[in-house]
């Protein structure tokens, strides 16, 4: 099945300690997002990339950052994690936003930062 | 930015009744999208809507796109435990890539 998948599913990382947290899709979407979920609050976008063009929020800390070395794969980067980014980390793909603006999700990553 | 106030916040209700839900905009939207959250996951797509007037149905789940373009709402028929979770509203326009979300609402289903 066409799916996007999210690895690992939880991670635990330092404070101040880089980490990387990974999607892919089969889906061959041209679009794929990357969103912060804290408890109870809806997904928060923090990027996207539309083919290789990169599209940063304007409130995303320079902390994070993305990498999509390909169609498939895109990438998460924390910097420096700090306390307050514990969250979940949703990675979502979407065709073309301009057709049919339906995403789907991945699993998430749900990231302790200790 | 284009602000999306869903209501209710949270809803407990009886196995086998009937829920609704809203979710409205200052702004207008060309897509509607309702989706469910179950705890540790992420959101599954429900129900896609574009086009102002559209009703859409998925087995128990309906949801309509509101003729303004600025409201949506879902309608789950005859609940059961399963459909336990947080429901997000969600609208997209076409001048932009991105998606906003409603707050969720939070549905229990009592046995």
């Known amino acids: 099945d066409a799916m996007v998948i999210q690895n690992p599913r939880y991670q635990v990382t330092q404070f101040g300690k880089p980490v990387t947290l990974s999607c892919s899709q089969t889906l061959n979407h041209n679009v794929m997002y990357w969103y912060q979920q804290k408890s109870s609050q809806a997904p928060k976008l923090l990027f996207h990339?539309?083919?290789?063009?990169?599209?940063n929020e304007a409130d995303t800390p320079d902390n994070f950052q993305s990498r999509r070395p390909n169609t498939s794969f895109c990438f998460l980067d924390i910097r420096s994690p700090g306390l307050g980014d514990a969250a979940m980390y949703l990675c979502?793909?979407?065709?073309?936003?301009?057709?049919?603006?339906?995403?789907?999700f991945g699993p998430g990553t749900r990231l302790t930062v200790t | 930015g284009q602000q999306l106030n869903q209501s209710p916040q949270s809803m407990f209700i009886q196995e086998g009744e009937d829920v609704s839900m809203n979710c409205t905009s200052s702004s207008i939207f060309n897509t509607w999208l309702w989706y469910k959250q179950d705890p540790g996951e992420g959101p599954v797509l429900l129900i896609a809507?574009?086009?102002?007037?559209e009703l859409t149905s998925n087995g128990r789940l309906t949801a309509q796109f509101g003729i303004t373009r600025k409201d949506s709402f879902l309608n789950i028929s005859a609940s059961i435990p399963s459909d336990v979770g947080i429901y997000f509203c969600a609208g997209q326009s076409y001048n932009n890539n991105d998606m906003r979300f409603g707050a969720g609402t939070r549905l229990t289903v009592k046995p």
């Open positions: 809507l574009y086009k102002a007037g």
């Open positions: 990339y539309y083919d290789k063009d990169f599209n």
């Open positions: 979502a793909t979407s065709r073309d936003p301009s057709i049919r603006g339906e995403q789907y």
